[in-house]
Protein backbone atom coordinates (compact mmCIF):
# COMPACT_ATOMS: atom_id res chain seq x y z
CA UNK A 1 0.00 0.00 0.00
CA UNK A 2 1.31 3.30 -1.05
CA UNK A 3 0.07 7.04 0.12
CA UNK A 4 -2.57 9.15 -0.65
CA UNK A 5 -1.11 9.62 -4.20
CA UNK A 6 1.25 6.62 -3.91
CA UNK A 7 3.88 8.07 -2.26
CA UNK A 8 6.11 5.30 -0.85
CA UNK A 9 6.40 5.58 2.99
CA UNK A 10 10.47 5.47 2.32
CA UNK A 11 11.95 6.11 -0.83
CA UNK A 12 15.93 6.46 -1.61
CA UNK A 13 17.36 6.92 -4.78
CA UNK A 14 20.93 6.68 -5.70
CA UNK A 15 22.11 7.02 -1.91
CA UNK A 16 26.16 6.31 -1.69
CA UNK A 17 27.86 6.57 1.33
CA UNK A 18 31.66 7.01 2.14
CA UNK A 19 33.63 6.42 5.55
CA UNK A 20 36.78 8.88 4.38
CA UNK A 21 37.89 7.65 1.08
CA UNK A 22 36.11 4.54 1.19
CA UNK A 23 32.86 3.83 -0.29
CA UNK A 24 30.58 1.67 1.52
CA UNK A 25 27.15 2.19 -0.24
CA UNK A 26 26.97 2.77 -4.09
CA UNK A 27 23.46 3.74 -5.66
CA UNK A 28 21.12 2.10 -3.46
CA UNK A 29 17.95 2.09 -4.59
CA UNK A 30 15.01 1.09 -2.37
CA UNK A 31 11.51 1.62 -1.39
CA UNK A 32 9.32 0.65 2.11
CA UNK A 33 5.49 1.07 1.14
CA UNK A 34 2.83 1.80 4.24
CA UNK A 35 2.29 -1.31 6.27
CA UNK A 36 5.37 -3.06 4.77
CA UNK A 37 7.93 -5.38 6.52
CA UNK A 38 11.25 -5.10 4.27
CA UNK A 39 14.08 -6.63 4.88
CA UNK A 40 17.71 -5.81 4.51
CA UNK A 41 19.96 -9.14 4.34
CA UNK A 42 23.85 -9.35 3.32
CA UNK A 43 27.07 -10.91 4.92
CA UNK A 44 29.50 -9.25 7.41
CA UNK A 45 30.10 -5.64 6.01
CA UNK A 46 27.81 -5.68 3.19
CA UNK A 47 26.56 -2.45 4.22
CA UNK A 48 23.26 -2.59 5.96
CA UNK A 49 24.16 -1.20 9.25
CA UNK A 50 25.62 1.81 7.40
CA UNK A 51 22.36 1.86 5.36
CA UNK A 52 19.81 1.78 7.84
CA UNK A 53 21.99 4.56 9.52
CA UNK A 54 21.90 7.15 6.77
CA UNK A 55 17.91 6.56 7.06
CA UNK A 56 17.94 7.48 10.63
CA UNK A 57 20.41 10.36 10.01
CA UNK A 58 23.08 9.12 11.74
CA UNK A 59 26.28 11.80 9.66
CA UNK A 60 28.35 10.47 7.26
CA UNK A 61 29.33 11.52 4.15
CA UNK A 62 26.66 10.22 1.84
CA UNK A 63 24.71 11.57 -1.82
CA UNK A 64 21.58 10.64 -2.94
CA UNK A 65 17.59 11.62 -1.77
CA UNK A 66 16.05 9.57 1.44
CA UNK A 67 12.79 10.43 1.23
CA UNK A 68 9.89 9.76 3.98
CA UNK A 69 6.36 10.75 2.82
CA UNK A 70 7.36 12.48 -0.30
CA UNK A 71 9.77 14.92 2.05
CA UNK A 72 13.44 14.95 1.97
CA UNK A 73 15.18 14.00 4.81
CA UNK A 74 19.12 12.98 3.67
CA UNK A 75 20.08 16.14 5.08
CA UNK A 76 18.37 15.85 8.61
CA UNK A 77 19.74 15.65 12.10
CA UNK A 78 18.85 12.32 13.62
CA UNK A 79 16.32 14.21 16.35
CA UNK A 80 14.41 15.53 13.66
CA UNK A 81 14.55 12.51 11.83
CA UNK A 82 13.31 10.69 14.80
CA UNK A 83 10.85 13.59 15.29
CA UNK A 84 9.50 12.69 12.26
CA UNK A 85 8.64 9.09 12.60
CA UNK A 86 11.50 7.29 12.07
CA UNK A 87 12.92 5.03 15.25
CA UNK A 88 16.00 2.57 15.47
CA UNK A 89 16.85 -0.42 17.16
CA UNK A 90 20.95 0.34 16.46
CA UNK A 91 22.84 -2.63 15.80
CA UNK A 92 24.48 -3.91 19.36
CA UNK A 93 21.62 -1.93 21.32
CA UNK A 94 23.40 1.29 22.47
CA UNK A 95 21.85 1.62 25.72
CA UNK A 96 23.26 4.74 27.27
CA UNK A 97 25.49 2.69 30.27
CA UNK A 98 25.03 5.70 32.79
CA UNK A 99 21.27 5.59 32.28
CA UNK A 100 18.61 2.81 34.08
CA UNK A 101 16.58 0.34 31.90
CA UNK A 102 13.61 2.58 32.40
CA UNK A 103 15.65 6.58 31.85
CA UNK A 104 16.90 4.54 28.33
CA UNK A 105 13.34 3.92 27.42
CA UNK A 106 11.94 7.26 28.37
CA UNK A 107 14.66 8.62 26.17
CA UNK A 108 12.64 7.24 22.87
CA UNK A 109 9.53 9.77 24.29
CA UNK A 110 11.87 12.91 24.39
CA UNK A 111 13.19 12.12 20.62
CA UNK A 112 10.26 10.75 19.37
CA UNK A 113 6.43 11.75 18.16
CA UNK A 114 3.36 12.01 20.04
CA UNK A 115 1.14 8.73 20.00
CA UNK A 116 0.31 5.74 22.13
CA UNK A 117 3.10 3.92 23.18
CA UNK A 118 3.34 4.56 27.29
CA UNK A 119 5.66 3.01 29.67
CA UNK A 120 2.68 1.38 30.87
CA UNK A 121 2.22 -0.47 27.57
CA UNK A 122 6.09 -0.87 26.75
CA UNK A 123 5.81 -3.08 30.30
CA UNK A 124 3.22 -4.96 29.19
CA UNK A 125 4.74 -5.64 26.19
CA UNK A 126 7.67 -6.71 28.02
CA UNK A 127 7.05 -7.43 31.94
CA UNK A 128 10.14 -8.63 32.58
CA UNK A 129 11.55 -5.06 32.42
CA UNK A 130 9.57 -4.06 35.05
CA UNK A 131 11.88 -5.54 38.14
CA UNK A 132 14.68 -4.36 36.43
CA UNK A 133 13.84 -0.98 35.22
CA UNK A 134 15.84 0.64 37.83
CA UNK A 135 18.95 -0.78 36.65
CA UNK A 136 21.68 0.14 34.80
CA UNK A 137 21.07 -1.00 30.77
CA UNK A 138 25.14 -2.85 31.19
CA UNK A 139 23.83 -4.94 34.46
CA UNK A 140 21.40 -7.08 32.57
CA UNK A 141 21.18 -9.81 30.32
CA UNK A 142 21.42 -9.26 26.38
CA UNK A 143 17.65 -10.11 25.73
CA UNK A 144 16.40 -8.11 28.40
CA UNK A 145 18.92 -5.05 27.01
CA UNK A 146 17.91 -5.93 23.33
CA UNK A 147 14.03 -5.31 24.51
CA UNK A 148 15.05 -2.30 26.08
CA UNK A 149 16.28 -1.04 23.04
CA UNK A 150 13.18 -1.98 21.21
CA UNK A 151 11.05 -0.26 23.55
CA UNK A 152 13.19 2.97 23.51
CA UNK A 153 12.57 2.91 19.95
CA UNK A 154 8.30 2.13 20.21
CA UNK A 155 8.23 5.21 22.47
CA UNK A 156 9.04 7.26 20.09
CA UNK A 157 6.08 6.36 18.27
CA UNK A 158 7.41 5.19 14.79
CA UNK A 159 5.72 5.69 11.47
CA UNK A 160 8.89 3.53 9.97
CA UNK A 161 11.01 0.97 12.60
CA UNK A 162 14.30 -0.12 11.34
CA UNK A 163 15.67 -3.22 13.30
CA UNK A 164 19.25 -4.01 13.07
CA UNK A 165 20.55 -7.36 13.89
CA UNK A 166 17.68 -7.60 16.82
CA UNK A 167 18.64 -11.62 16.87
CA UNK A 168 22.71 -10.76 17.24
CA UNK A 169 23.73 -13.10 19.97
CA UNK A 170 20.54 -14.13 21.71
CA UNK A 171 18.28 -17.34 22.28
CA UNK A 172 16.87 -18.65 19.01
CA UNK A 173 13.49 -18.14 21.62
CA UNK A 174 14.11 -14.40 22.56
CA UNK A 175 14.57 -13.90 18.90
CA UNK A 176 10.99 -15.82 17.90
CA UNK A 177 9.56 -13.98 20.10
CA UNK A 178 10.79 -10.39 18.80
CA UNK A 179 9.66 -11.18 15.23
CA UNK A 180 6.20 -12.56 16.55
CA UNK A 181 5.32 -9.03 17.68
CA UNK A 182 6.06 -7.81 14.20
CA UNK A 183 2.45 -8.19 12.85
CA UNK A 184 0.81 -6.56 15.93
CA UNK A 185 3.06 -3.43 15.56
CA UNK A 186 2.12 -3.47 11.40
CA UNK A 187 -1.19 -3.81 12.31
CA UNK A 188 -0.97 -0.49 14.69
CA UNK A 189 0.59 1.25 11.75
CA UNK A 190 4.11 0.60 11.78
CA UNK A 191 5.85 -0.22 8.85
CA UNK A 192 9.32 -2.51 9.43
CA UNK A 193 12.45 -1.97 8.11
CA UNK A 194 14.55 -5.65 9.58
CA UNK A 195 18.04 -6.14 8.54
CA UNK A 196 19.84 -9.61 9.90
CA UNK A 197 22.82 -11.62 8.71
CA UNK A 198 20.57 -14.19 9.23
CA UNK A 199 18.61 -14.69 5.82
CA UNK A 200 16.07 -17.71 6.47
CA UNK A 201 14.00 -15.72 9.69
CA UNK A 202 14.34 -12.50 7.55
CA UNK A 203 12.64 -13.41 4.41
CA UNK A 204 10.37 -15.50 6.33
CA UNK A 205 9.27 -12.33 8.28
CA UNK A 206 9.31 -9.63 4.86
CA UNK A 207 7.19 -9.09 2.29
CA UNK A 208 10.10 -7.91 0.19
CA UNK A 209 13.79 -8.25 0.58
CA UNK A 210 16.78 -6.10 -0.46
CA UNK A 211 20.24 -8.10 -0.46
CA UNK A 212 23.21 -6.26 -0.07
CA UNK A 213 26.93 -7.33 -1.72
CA UNK A 214 29.26 -5.32 -1.28
CA UNK A 215 27.76 -1.97 -0.29
CA UNK A 216 25.23 -2.75 -4.02
CA UNK A 217 22.17 -4.35 -3.97
CA UNK A 218 22.99 -7.45 -5.22
CA UNK A 219 18.91 -9.09 -5.51
CA UNK A 220 15.50 -7.80 -4.56
CA UNK A 221 12.38 -9.18 -4.72
CA UNK A 222 9.61 -11.22 -2.76
CA UNK A 223 10.52 -14.05 -0.72
CA UNK A 224 8.57 -16.38 -2.75
CA UNK A 225 9.61 -15.04 -6.27
CA UNK A 226 13.23 -16.32 -5.72
CA UNK A 227 14.92 -19.17 -5.25
CA UNK A 228 17.32 -20.31 -2.08
CA UNK A 229 20.10 -20.49 -5.28
CA UNK A 230 19.87 -16.83 -6.33
CA UNK A 231 19.97 -15.75 -2.57
CA UNK A 232 23.20 -17.60 -1.81
CA UNK A 233 24.37 -16.31 -4.74
CA UNK A 234 23.54 -12.73 -4.62
CA UNK A 235 24.25 -12.98 -0.56
CA UNK A 236 27.91 -14.59 -1.18
CA UNK A 237 28.65 -13.20 -4.69
CA UNK A 238 29.18 -16.54 -6.29
CA UNK A 239 28.07 -18.09 -9.56
N1 LIG B 1 33.21 3.67 11.12
C1 LIG B 1 33.70 3.11 10.01
N2 LIG B 1 34.86 3.53 9.48
C2 LIG B 1 35.37 2.96 8.36
N3 LIG B 1 34.77 1.97 7.69
C3 LIG B 1 33.61 1.49 8.18
C4 LIG B 1 33.02 2.03 9.37
N4 LIG B 1 31.87 1.37 9.61
C5 LIG B 1 31.75 0.48 8.62
N5 LIG B 1 32.80 0.54 7.78
C6 LIG B 1 32.99 -0.28 6.58
O1 LIG B 1 31.88 -0.10 5.72
C7 LIG B 1 31.47 -1.34 5.16
C8 LIG B 1 30.03 -1.61 5.52
O2 LIG B 1 29.92 -1.78 6.93
P1 LIG B 1 28.54 -1.99 7.66
O3 LIG B 1 28.81 -1.94 9.12
O4 LIG B 1 27.55 -1.05 7.11
O5 LIG B 1 28.20 -3.47 7.20
P2 LIG B 1 27.10 -4.47 7.79
O6 LIG B 1 26.46 -5.11 6.62
O7 LIG B 1 26.24 -3.79 8.76
O8 LIG B 1 28.02 -5.56 8.52
P3 LIG B 1 27.68 -6.47 9.82
O9 LIG B 1 26.81 -7.60 9.35
O10 LIG B 1 29.02 -6.94 10.28
O11 LIG B 1 26.98 -5.60 10.82
C9 LIG B 1 32.46 -2.38 5.68
O12 LIG B 1 33.46 -2.54 4.73
C10 LIG B 1 33.01 -1.75 6.93
O13 LIG B 1 34.32 -2.20 7.19
MG1 LIG C 1 25.79 -4.10 10.72
Redesign the pocket.
Known amino acids: MTGPQGTPLLSIEGLS?W??A?Q??WHIDLRIDEGECVA?I????????????AIAGVG?PRSGRIRLAGLDIESLQPSRVSALGIAIVP?RRRLFPSLSIEENILVGAQVGRPGPWTLKKIYDLFPELVPIRSLGGHLVSGGQQQMAAIARALMANPRLLLC??IS?GLAPIIVARFYSMFPALRASGISILV?E?ETRRALGACDRFYC?L??KVSLSGRPLEVTEDAVNQSYFGIG
Open positions: LYGVALVGANGAGKSSLVNREDELVQLDG
